[in-house]
C-alpha cells in the first residue's frame, strides 16, 4: 500500500517562498511509469493541478504556475517537493501531494495540508 504524507509550514507570508515535502511510503518515486504530482484546492474552489515529477526526475508544471514552481526530489530519501515563490494570499490553500497511476489516474493521495498566506 502507497502511502503519501505532506509537510511543510502552515504559515507563508506574503513574498516568501512555499516549501512542502511529500514523504512516500510502500512505492519508490523512481518506479517505472508513475508520476508524483501536487495539486491544491483554494478554499471555496476546484482542484488546480501545479505540476509533477515523473519516475526519470523529468518536471512538468501548469503554464499559469510555471514561472514561480519548482518542484524536485530526493530519491534518498523517496522524497519530492514542491517550491512556489513570491506567494500572495491567493496561494492560499490546501496542498495535495498524489501520485499518478499507470491508467494516468490519481491512485494514491496524501491528506492535504493546509497553508495560508498572510502577514
Known amino acids: 500500500q502507497v502511502q503519501l504524507q505532506e509537510s511543510g509550514p502552515g504559515l507563508v507570508k506574503p513574498s516568501q517562498t512555499l516549501s512542502l515535502t511529500c514523504t512516500v511510503s510502500g512505492g519508490s518515486i523512481t518506479t517505472s511509469y508513475y508520476y508524483w504530482s501536487w495539486i491544491r484546492q483554494p478554499p471555496g474552489k476546484g482542484l488546480e493541478w501545479m505540476g509533477a515529477i515523473a519516475y526519470d526526475g523529468s518536471t512538468y508544471y501548469s503554464p499559469s504556475l510555471k514561472s514561480h514552481t519548482s518542484i524536485s526530489r530526493d530519491t534518498s530519501k523517496n522524497q519530492f517537493s514542491l517550491q512556489l515563490s513570491s506567494v500572495t494570499p491567493e496561494d492560499t490553500a490546501v496542498y495535495y501531494c498524489?501520485?499518478?497511476?499507470?491508467?494516468?489516474?490519481?491512485?494514491?493521495w496524501g491528506q492535504g495540508t493546509q497553508v495560508t498566506v498572510s502577514s
Open positions: 498524489a501520485r499518478v497511476g499507470l491508467g494516468y489516474d490519481y491512485d494514491y
